[in-house]
């Protein structure tokens, strides 16, 4: 018996790695370029969710956050991050209704000078669901998980951008 489940096991790993399926955030990681090794991240809210989470992000890939912009060559500053959300549709009674929610963020890079090396770049993630207004508590939860979902694509949106060419280019350009 246990070999049966055995090779049921590994015929479905097999099929589930062949037709590309990864756990989200598994996937294949941009490769920063080495100017961005040592960095200073600036942001209005050090303490906030964002900030640790591309804290944490930068530094899972091995790069080195300092403690002033003086200390790195190049600061990535978190220019602005908000939520918005907007009813896309009610039920007749009233009780559920439909919204899209967005979450936004806005960075650019600077060199040591404070001279701006990528200009402002903005990024946005957006997801939808059903509140039931006899259902607030499980509502609330939902609102929050997408909330995190949505940062957690944003984050990972900017690490893709940060890898790109362009970005080599720019820097390179100093």
């Known amino acids: 018996m246990s070999f049966l489940r055995l090779s049921f096991l590994a015929c479905l790993l097999t099929v589930l790695t062949a037709c590309g399926f990864h756990l989200r955030g598994h996937g ?25 989470e591309v804290e944490q992000m930068l530094r899972g890939m091995g790069v080195k956050l300092v403690n002033t912009a003086q200390a790195a060559p190049y600061t990535l500053a978190i220019l602005s991050a908000q939520t918005s959300q907007q009813t896309t549709g009610m039920s007749p ?61 944003v984050i990972s949106q900017m690490i893709n951008q940060l890898g790109a060419k362009e970005i080599l280019q720019a820097l390179a350009a100093i």
Do not use: C
Request: no cysteine; net charge positive; hydrophobic share 35%.
């Open 28 to 52: 294949s990681v941009a490769v920063l370029p080495s100017q961005l090794k040592v960095l200073f991240v600036e942001s209005k809210q050090p303490y906030g969710a964002l900030t640790q």
């Open 93 to 153: 009674t009233t009780q559920v209704s439909t919204y899209a929610l967005s979450y936004s963020m806005t960075y650019q890079i600077m060199d040591k000078a404070g001279h701006i090396v990528v200009a402002p770049r903005s990024l946005m993630a957006s997801r939808s669901y059903a509140s039931n207004s006899n259902q607030i508590l499980s509502s609330n939860y939902e609102y929050a998980q997408l909330e995190n979902d949505m940062r957690r694509d």
